[in-house]
């Protein structure tokens, strides 16, 4: 059982930066490739950022590529996501999720929800124009 606790949301205007962060219990989080997912209102949940386990290997939704980061702290259970440049249309509840798996994965598994087991409650984050 992991749980998963997001934190940094808040107002901020565009082109400002912001780093959500993730804290995870549990022993076994190296383990788990997580990942960023968001949701903003009237929208389904989207895809953002994932960070694997021990490769370290990251992907990006197209529409953050280049602003976000996303990064993990093993030693500390915790895995951020580093947001520059925020616009207007980066508004939205964000998740962080983990996924337990221990073979290798291609882009498209962690890119979709049905692949993660476990979900924090999600931080908001409002990007004002």
């Known amino acids: 059982q992991v749980q998963l606790v997001e934190s940094g949301g808040g107002l901020v205007q565009a082109g400002d930066s912001r780093r959500l962060s993730c804290a995870a219990s549990g022993r076994t989080f190296s383990s788990y490739a997580m990942g960023w997912f968001r949701q903003a209102p009237g929208k389904e949940r989207e895809f953002v950022a994932t960070?694997?386990?021990?490769?370290?290997?990251?992907y990006y939704a197209d529409s953050v590529k280049g602003r976000f980061t996303v990064s993990r702290d093993n030693a500390k259970n915790t895995v951020y996501l580093e947001m520059k440049s925020l616009k207007p249309e980066d508004t939205a509840v964000y998740y962080c999720?983990?996924?337990?798996?221990?073979?290798?994965?291609?882009?498209?598994?962690?890119?979709?929800?049905?692949?993660?087991?476990?979900w924090g409650q999600g931080t908001q984050v409002t990007v004002s124009s």
């Open positions: 960070i694997t386990t021990s490769a370290g290997n990251t």
């Open positions: 999720a983990a996924s337990l798996r221990f073979t290798y994965a291609a882009r498209s598994y962690y890119t979709t929800d049905r692949s993660y087991n476990y």
